[in-house]
C-alpha cells in the first residue's frame, strides 16, 4: 500500500462548480499536510498547509484534514478557467521533513 | 511570500555534456533542499536531500557520481548532471525548506526542462 493515495483520474467541471480533490494516507505520523497546483512545465505552487484536523479557509480555497480517518480535501468554490492545472497533495511528520505526495490530479475548468 | 528560484529554466545539450542547475532561496536561508526528477503525467520522485555544509543525501537507485550536489551557502544549492546522456532527460525541480522555527513547509522553484539530444 502507498504512502499517500490520490485518484489522478482527470477531472473537467464547468466553470463555477466546486472542484473536489481528496487523498488517503496510511502514515499515521503524518501531521502535516499541504495541497500543491502545479501548471504545465512549472514547479508546484504551495495552496493550503495545515496541521490539524478539520477545515481552513484561504479565498475559494478549503482545506479539510481528518487525521482519524486518514483522509484529507481540498475544495475549489466558483472554479475559474485559471484553476485549470494539477493538484498535488503532500505531507510529512515523525520528524522527517521530507514529502510524500500523491499522484496529482489534473482538473481542467471548462469556460 | 517565500521564493525559490530555479536557473537555467530550459536547457538543450549534446550527449555527454555535463549540465548545471542552480536553486536558489531569495527570501530565507534554507539549510535543506531537495532536489526531484518529475517525468510527464508523474508526480515528483525525491533524487536527494541536500544539506548545507555536508554531503547530500541521495534516494535508493540515484546515482551520486551522475548527480553530483553541492550546497555551499544557505541560499544556494547546484545540481551537476555529469556526461548527460538522452535518458537523463526530464524535468528537475528543487525545493527549499525554511528555518525549522518558522514551521513553514518547503517552497518549490519553477524547474528545469532538460533535453538532451
Known amino acids: 500500500q502507498k504512502e499517500v493515495e490520490q485518484d489522478p483520474g482527470p477531472l473537467s467541471v464547468p466553470e463555477g462548480a466546486i472542484v473536489s480533490l481528496n487523498c488517503t494516507y496510511s502514515?499515521?505520523?503524518?501531521?502535516?499536510f499541504m495541497w500543491y497546483r502545479q501548471y504545465s512545465r512549472k514547479g508546484p505552487e504551495l495552496l493550503m498547509y495545515?496541521?490539524?484536523?478539520g477545515n481552513k479557509e484561504d479565498g475559494r480555497f478549503t482545506a479539510q484534514v481528518d487525521k482519524s480517518s486518514k483522509y484529507i480535501s481540498l475544495f475549489i468554490r466558483d472554479s475559474q478557467p485559471s484553476d485549470s492545472a494539477t493538484y498535488l497533495c503532500?505531507?510529512?511528520?515523525?520528524?522527517?521533513?521530507?514529502?510524500?505526495f500523491g499522484k496529482g490530479n489534473q482538473v481542467v475548468v471548462i469556460p | 511570500g517565500a521564493v525559490v528560484s530555479q536557473h537555467p529554466s530550459w536547457v538543450i545539450c549534446k550527449s555527454g555534456t555535463s549540465v548545471k542547475i542552480e536553486c536558489r532561496s531569495l527570501?530565507?536561508?534554507?539549510?535543506?533542499m531537495f532536489w526531484y526528477r518529475q517525468f510527464p503525467k508523474q508526480s515528483l520522485m525525491l533524487m536527494a536531500t541536500?544539506?548545507?555544509?555536508?554531503?547530500?543525501?541521495?534516494e535508493q537507485g540515484v546515482e551520486k557520481d551522475k548527480f553530483l550536489i553541492n550546497h555551499a551557502s544557505l541560499t544556494l544549492s547546484t545540481l551537476t548532471v555529469t556526461s548527460a546522456h538522452p535518458e537523463d532527460s526530464s524535468f528537475y525541480i528543487c525545493?527549499?525548506?525554511?528555518?525549522?522555527?518558522?514551521?513553514?513547509?518547503?517552497?518549490f522553484g519553477d524547474g528545469t526542462r532538460l533535453s538532451i539530444l
Open positions: 541536500s544539506n548545507e555544509g555536508s554531503k547530500a543525501t541521495y
Open positions: 527570501d530565507f536561508q534554507a539549510t535543506t
Open positions: 525545493s527549499a525548506m525554511p528555518p525549522r522555527w518558522t514551521n513553514q513547509p518547503q517552497h
Open positions: 495545515t496541521y490539524s484536523s
Open positions: 503532500a505531507m510529512k511528520g515523525g520528524g522527517n521533513n521530507r514529502l510524500a
Open positions: 502514515n499515521s505520523a503524518f501531521q502535516y
